[in-house]
């Protein structure tokens, strides 16, 4: 006799509208929808736990601790602060312009060329510095691309004045010229960002 052999066994495959596909289909969309409402419902514990949802507030630091923090000059100082030195032109005996400040001892006075604020920026700020004696030298302090705060400036003595020079809402660069000799004695950046944040005035100690 010839034997037959038989063909392999094969599943057979699951059409599109056929009652097995469906069935595998809705258990696994049911496998996703278990995970998804899992996550959803950590999600949902995480923000009802949270101190807020639970009408605690976060801990605020007391507002006597916020302090201005100084550091290196930055990018700013360098670049846009520019010193130079004005050839003698002043005679003795001479009165300072009108809007000029004057030293305590009236040996020497400084002028701001300010900008026009009510115009965008960027603004640029000319302070000079011109002494009282024939043979001293002046001193030009150009400030570029500040903020619309401006730069301050004010006498410490005959020799020594200091500016403060903004470049943002909370960055400004601290220094101090010796017009004498021109130069830069001192400059530091100050950083305000800490004393505009939320603070606990009740914690602050008391004075």
């Not at 000799?181 to 004393?195: H, I, N, P, Q, R």
Request: proline share 10%; with cysteine.
């Amino acid at each position: 006799m010839k034997s037959v052999s038989a063909a392999p066994c094969q599943r057979p495959a699951l059409s599109a509208a056929s009652p097995s596909w469906i069935a595998a289909t809705a258990a696994a969309a049911g496998a996703r929808g278990v995970v998804a409402g899992f996550a959803v419902g950590v999600a949902l514990v995480v923000l009802l736990t949270s101190p807020l949802a639970m009408g605690k507030s976060e801990k605020l630091p007391p507002c006597g601790e916020q302090q201005v923090r100084y550091g290196p000059p930055g990018e700013a100082y360098r670049s846009r602060v520019r010193l130079e030195r004005m050839p003698a032109t002043a005679s003795p005996g001479r009165a300072a312009p009108a809007g000029a400040i004057v030293s305590p001892q009236g040996t020497v006075w400084f002028a701001l060329a300010e900008p026009e604020f009510t115009r965008p920026g960027p603004w640029r700020t000319v302070l000079t510095v011109t002494p009282r004696s024939a043979v001293a030298p002046g001193l030009v302090a150009t400030f570029a691309d500040h903020a619309s705060y401006g730069v301050k400036a004010h006498w410490l003595n005959e020799k020594l004045l200091f500016v403060e020079a903004w470049w943002g809402r909370v960055l400004a660069t601290d220094l101090v010229l010796d017009v004498e000799s021109g130069k830069a004695v001192y400059a530091e950046d100050a950083d305000f960002s800490a004393t505009i944040l939320p603070c606990d005035d009740a914690a602050s100690p008391s004075p």
